[in-house]
């Protein structure tokens, strides 16, 4: 390499560049280490100089981090997760994404039923999966326990899905009730007062 070219190729062995961090950013100190300031000491930060754009000092960390950053604290924990079609989806919290889409690792949909008879809450888990939920149509998120303590502490019985279908045919017997199973409004008069 000839000596014009303005020295943009270096080997390792001929130029070490290094930065220093300080209160205002990162000062490159080029290859003879001494910065654009010409002194061989040492820069100090001083930890109470404040942003003029913002106000807030530098380096300084919030106690809590917004929007879907906040979601880091879940991570890899046990989560109940309400989406806005009423499903409950019970999962292990994998990644999310800045749009707080996430994946669920081994979920499943949690059907709840209150027996009117009985006055017993009973629950099924029904398998998914992996399983990946947009964002926008999740209504709530809450870590849950783990299953061993679940199962322990529950004012709920856990039930097969099969079992909790039947428990619910069971109990709609009467004429009134519709025998698909679905609630049905009659907008017209259901919203006058």
């Known amino acids: 390499r000839g000596g014009g070219g303005g020295g943009r190729h270096h080997s390792n062995s001929q130029h070490h560049a290094r930065a220093s961090v300080s209160g205002r950013g990162i ?20 930890s109470t ?8 000092p530098y380096g300084y960390v919030p106690a809590y981090l917004p929007g879907s950053a906040s ?15 009423g499903r409950h989806l019970v999962g292990i919290f994998r990644s999310f994404d800045q749009f707080s889409n996430t994946v669920l690792e081994h979920t499943s949909e949690r059907r709840v039923w209150t027996s009117p008879v009985e006055d017993i809450t009973y629950y ?9 939920v947009r964002g926008d149509s999740m209504v709530l998120m809450g870590q849950i326990t783990s299953k061993d303590e679940e199962e322990a502490s529950s004012s709920m019985t856990q039930l097969t899905p099969e079992e909790l279908e039947e428990k619910q045919k069971s109990s709609s017997n009467t004429p009134d009730d519709n025998e698909d199973g679905e609630l049905e409004w009659d907008f017209d008069n259901d919203l006058v007062a």
């Open 124 to 132: 099924a888990d029904v398998p998914l999966g992996l399983y990946v």
């Open 27 to 46: 000062v490159d100190q080029g290859p003879s280490g001494s910065g654009s300031q010409q002194s061989q000491q040492p820069q100090q930060t001083k």
């Open 49 to 56: 100089e404040i942003a003029p754009s913002s106000g807030v």
């Open 71 to 85: 979601l880091v604290e879940q991570l890899d924990q046990r989560l109940l997760i309400v989406l806005r079609d």
